[in-house]
């Protein structure tokens, strides 16, 4: 068989494709909310779903146009600032510039923005707000406050 322009096709066999679900009114209060728990709940009795628990993927289930997705949340990874890092980062969320940290930490401007550039890519974050925010957040910033900045004798 050729395609039209001399060259050979071959047939290939028809995919099934998965049936589309029907286009579902846009959710419009607890009332329709409810009502498509109760349907996820059926989809869940009937076994109508996808899960793959070993990728924390429990449940995937298309309801009308709405899908459904629950997934096995999993643990923050601990981070493990230097003790120079601690310090540093307490200096930053108490105002204090990249000067200031160094003239009194006795060290240089450089060696302040290389130390914050790691601890950017230890937290993932890239500004000093939201290094601080993170460290808020994960509640390390209340163990560097409790224990005091770390001395480095």
Do not use: Y
């Not at 039209?4 to 998965?18: E, F, I, L, W, Y």
């Not at 059926?42 to 990728?55: L, M």
């Not at 601890?119 to 993932?124: D, G, R, S, T, V």
């Amino acid at each position: 068989m050729t395609d039209g322009r001399g060259g050979q096709t071959r047939r290939v066999g028809v995919v099934a494709r998965p049936v589309v679900p029907e286009p579902r009114a846009p959710l419009e209060g607890p009332t329709d909310l409810l009502l498509l728990v109760e349907e996820l709940a059926a989809c869940i009795r009937s076994g109508a779903f996808t899960s793959d628990p070993s990728s924390g993927l429990l449940l995937d289930a298309c309801l009308g146009s709405v899908r459904c997705l629950l997934l096995q949340q999993t643990k923050s990874v601990t981070v493990d600032l230097s003790p120079r890092e601690q310090q540093i980062a307490l200096m930053v969320a108490n105002g204090r510039t990249n000067q200031a940290i160094a003239g009194a930490l006795e060290i240089s401007v450089w060696t302040v923005s290389t130390h914050l550039r790691r601890i950017f890519a230890k937290l993932a974050v890239s500004s000093r707000a939201e290094m601080v925010a993170h460290l808020r957040d994960n509640s390390l910033f209340d163990a560097l406050v409790d224990s005091g900045p770390p001395r480095l004798d």
